[in-house]
């Protein structure tokens, strides 16, 4: 465990490095897996394929990898402090401090793509200014566009238009809000119990492919199968992550951190898996991933600790990038797309210099954001608005 960034509240526990380091790998692969979608979006805008994402398949899980580690940071953060020296309005306070600032950025930065796009939709409908900016307006304030709304700027039913990954944010919201007021009192036989239910209810949803997609990767809109499965997909982690961190106890395993990469590397990159009947075989291995497999990487990365300086760099390098780059991606994928349908390109090889510019742009501009923009924003915020007894 280390200290963290000068950003962050004064009074923040030390830092699980590997659990950080874990984060970061998890949003990197994020940015491959769009990357790939973007070559089967083209596909399929173009009718030129079966649209099927053919790298990093999985890539999607990241999220509910995401969702165990905040719960899990939350319940080692938060849990002990109730009661003493936190409130619910100086825990939504914080919450707002250190997510929102960077939620700004990525709508920004949705718009300002969005218009060098030329404001149209992937049909190619224009779409007026008023609207952007009213989309704009929600997203800064977090609230979802329903699908065909005149602010839904682009057409394919997205909660959030001009960000597409702020869905899952959308839920974080509501798994804090839903932590503050109910979850954190729960005794631990209670959360067992939350959580098992909310596993077997998230297990039924993939195993029997309620979505109708042949996996879990919804919560990005808002028609009511794709609420139900992004609540589900945040809920069962989200609490069991809270649940793992009442009960943690280390445990000794050397190289813990690229143990724990590659295997997420691994099960990212495993293919779609066909098979319907008489159950989503695709379903089956989502939630042996979320329910069985995150979990113990989880545990193991909390368990291990870094050895040298340059370890210790990199994981806190990776988990300082890590929300900024997930959060500020995607309005680079959207410029990435764009040029891919309009150019009819359907694959790596044709198209590895400029994926590799826009992968090496993330992370850039991610840090660039972090360091002049998130970090000393947060710092203001909570030194403006926090108690003093917080925040010395």
Not at 309 to 330: N, Q, R
Request: glycine share 8%; charged share 15%; hydrophobic share 50%.
């Amino acid at each position: 465990m280390s200290n963290i960034s000068s950003s962050a509240f004064a009074d923040t526990k030390a830092h699980y490095d590997l659990l950080d380091g874990l984060r970061g790998v998890a949003a990197l692969m994020v940015i491959w897996y769009h990357i790939f979608e973007g070559y089967a979006f083209a596909e399929v805008s173009n009718s030129a394929g079966s649209g099927m994402i053919e790298t990093f398949n999985h890539g999607y899980l990241a999220v509910d990898f995401f969702f165990i580690l905040s719960g899990f940071v939350i319940g080692y953060a938060y849990d002990d402090r109730w009661g003493k020296s936190m409130t619910m309005k100086n825990f939504f306070k914080r919450r707002l401090i250190r997510l929102h600032p960077m939620v700004i950025m990525g709508a920004v930065l949705g718009a300002v793509t969005f218009y060098l796009q030329g404001c149209v939709q992937w049909d190619g409908t224009h779409v007026a200014i008023s609207m952007v900016m009213l989309s704009l307006l929600c997203t800064i304030f977090f609230i979802p566009a329903m699908p065909g709304v005149g602010y839904e700027v682009r057409g394919n039913g997205e909660m959030f238009p001009l960000n597409g990954p702020c869905w899952s944010l959308f839920f974080e919201y509501i798994g804090n809000i839903l932590y503050a007021l109910f979850i954190r009192r729960l005794s631990n036989k209670a959360l067992t119990v939350l959580v098992v239910l909310l596993g077997i209810a998230l297990a039924l949803f993939a195993v029997f492919d309620v979505s109708g997609y042949g996996n879990i990767g919804v919560g990005w809109t808002l028609d009511s199968v794709n609420f139900l499965g992004g609540s589900l997909r945040m809920l069962f982690p989200f609490s069991l992550g809270m649940l793992l961190s009442r009960n943690f106890k280390p445990v000794k395993l050397k190289g813990a951190f690229w143990i724990c990469t590659i295997v997420l590397i691994a099960l990212f990159s495993v293919p779609y898996l066909e098979g319907a009947e008489p159950f989503c075989v695709n379903g089956v291995y989502e939630a042996f991933c979320v329910i069985i497999v995150f979990p113990i990487l989880v545990w193991l990365g909390a368990s291990g600790t870094t050895t040298d300086k340059k370890s210790t760099a990199i994981c806190k390098f990776l988990g300082d990038i890590s929300y900024p780059i997930y959060v500020i991606h995607y309005p680079l994928m959207y410029l990435f797309y764009a040029w891919l349908i309009k150019n009819k390109l359907y694959t790596w090889g044709e198209t590895w210099e400029v994926a590799l510019c826009v992968y090496a742009l993330s992370i850039v501009l991610a840090y660039l954001c972090l360091k002049f923009y998130d970090e000393p924003v947060r710092k203001y915020l909570a030194k403006r608005f926090l108690h003093k007894s917080s925040n010395s």
